[in-house]
């Protein structure tokens, strides 16, 4: 037990940080910065695009719902392969591995994050709505000042769970050699080839202690704001 440990402690800070001091970030450290640029985008995009929905019910509503539905009827793992392939034909440069990815996580989650805050925004009475127009409030400051703040309180249970999911599909960029945790895991287990049940352990419990820590920072904030 003690030797096998000894792989994990020989290995720490390539599993922590990859090869940082070369400029190549890895291991822990890419896994959380992928995690963080999927969220900062999908967050953002699927909030706009539950606003069209809830604006424009009929053709944009339906045109998204299909695009949503299109997007989470596919498997990630296919979703990172499309665009690691046609991002270079459509962009004409060759896009880092990590970018590929992060780009891929964001767009499969921003479906998910559109349907849970349309459903927070269709859940609150429309009366509020009604009443803010008759107070001389505009279409997007009724949404952005009364609306998704109430939505965005009610539906945090729902988003960590999207967030959660995220940061664990990012263990998926080891198809395309991205060297994240799951990645340089596995090159430590090819270079060591001995106690890969110490490396994968070690693995998975940085991967349940990310999302346990994602989860209690969320708990913490709930607790000083409550759902209204």
């Known amino acids: 037990m ?8 020989d290995n720490l800070d390539y599993l922590l940080w990859g090869r940082l001091a070369a400029g190549e970030p890895g291991g822990v450290l890419l896994t959380l910065l992928m995690a963080l640029g999927a969220a900062a985008l999908a967050l953002p995009g699927g909030i706009g695009l539950a606003c069209l ?3 424009f019910p009929g053709v944009v509503r339906n045109t998204l719902f299909l695009w949503a539905e299109l997007i989470r009827g596919i498997p990630l793992i296919f979703v990172i392969f499309w665009m690691w392939y046609l991002l270079p034909l459509i962009t004409g440069a060759d896009l880092p591995g990590a970018m590929t990815v992060t780009l891929a ?6 479906a998910a994050v559109m ?14 709505y009604e009443a803010a127009l008759t107070q001389g409030f505009s279409t ?6 009364i609306l998704l703040p109430q939505v965005l309180r009610n539906i945090l249970p729902s988003l960590l769970g999207i967030f959660i999911s995220l940061l664990k599909d990012t263990s998926l960029a ?7 945790l799951t990645t340089v895991a596995g090159q430590v287990n090819n270079r060591v080839q001995i106690y890969p049940a ?3 352990i ?12 994602l989860e209690l920072l969320a708990k913490r904030w709930r607790v000083t704001r409550p759902a209204l």
Not at 115 to 128: D, E, F, I, K, Y
């Open 2 to 9: 003690i030797t096998g440990l000894s792989v994990i402690t």
């Open 53 to 55: 929905a809830w604006r």
């Open 105 to 110: 996580l964001a767009w499969f989650s921003a």
């Open 115 to 128: 349907h849970s805050v349309l459903s927070g925004l269709s859940a609150l009475p429309a009366g509020q």
């Open 140 to 145: 997007g400051q009724t949404l952005w000042r």
């Open 174 to 180: 080891f198809i395309v050699n991205v060297p994240e």
């Open 198 to 200: 110490a490396i994968f």
């Open 202 to 213: 070690f693995t998975g419990v940085v991967y349940y202690l990310l999302c346990c820590s």
